[in-house]
């Protein structure tokens, strides 16, 4: 069974720094892995989406890497601002199969200071 | 922009009541999920369904059930609603095909208080 495990729980930096979130996952035979960033009390919001077949995917600040053999994935968000403050989660896809779902990690919980 | 809209945001129930959590998208995709996320524990599944009137049992699915009568609804149900079922409930939907990622968009969320 898939296990995805993001550390650390929470994070604080001060605004300005270039940080990097990390995940990992047990099972390195996997279709896809998506970032979601969540603010307190509200639902999920889609950053990155990075295939099986692709190495990262860039969105403005955010860099998101996939190195499948290892089992990790990182997300990079250069120049923090405060409005970056939230829980960052990802998750794994196994396999394109219309009935698989995905695994999701415990989130990590990031607070950028002024 | 791919909207998915859940019936209430916040919902206080008391023991023993059934209640109904309300899912709707507007992107016509196949895929519909319900999840409950708690502190320590993340995002777990409780149902997901990739057709109308099709449904899979996720990893947490008793005292749960779902219906999927339209494409574009999928509802989950609380069959007699326990203090242990307190939790987010999260709604998400997806596209399914073979050039398809599946990326999921999610819902707002539905926080269920039940005394």
């Known amino acids: 069974k898939q296990e995805v495990t993001q550390i650390p729980a929470a994070l604080s930096v001060p605004e300005g720094e270039n940080l990097v979130l990390n995940c990992s996952f047990t099972?390195?035979?996997?279709?896809?892995l998506q970032w979601f960033r969540q603010d307190p009390g509200k639902g999920l919001t889609s950053l990155l989406l990075?295939?099986?077949?692709?190495r990262e995917q860039t969105s403005g600040r955010l860099n998101a890497s996939l190195d499948k053999s290892s089992g990790r994935s990182t997300l990079y968000i250069a120049a923090s601002q405060p409005g970056d403050s939230a829980t960052y989660l990802c998750?794994?896809?196994?396999?394109?199969?219309?009935?698989?779902?995905?695994?999701f990690g415990a989130g990590t919980r990031l607070t950028v200071k002024p | 922009d791919v909207k998915v809209t859940q019936s209430s945001r916040y919902l206080v129930k008391r023991t023993g009541e059934k209640v109904f959590l309300e899912c709707v998208q507007d992107?016509?995709?196949?895929?519909m999920f319900w999840y409950r996320q708690d502190p320590g524990l993340g995002l777990r599944l409780i149902y997901f369904?990739?057709?109308?009137?099709?449904?899979e049992k996720g990893d947490i699915p008793e005292g749960y059930s779902v219906s999927r009568e339209k494409k574009e609804r999928f509802s989950l149900i609380l069959e007699s609603a326990s203090t242990n079922q307190t939790s987010m409930y999260l709604c998400?939907?997806?596209?399914?095909?073979?050039?398809?990622?599946?990326?999921?968009?999610f819902g707002p969320g539905t926080r269920l208080t039940v005394t």
């Open positions: 099972d390195s035979a996997i279709y896809n």
């Open positions: 990075i295939q099986s077949s692709q």
């Open positions: 998750a794994v896809r196994r396999t394109r199969d219309r009935n698989n779902d995905m695994r």
């Open positions: 369904s990739y057709d109308v009137k099709m449904k």
């Open positions: 992107m016509d995709h196949e895929n």
């Open positions: 998400a939907s997806s596209l399914w095909g073979p050039e398809n990622p599946y990326e999921q968009y």
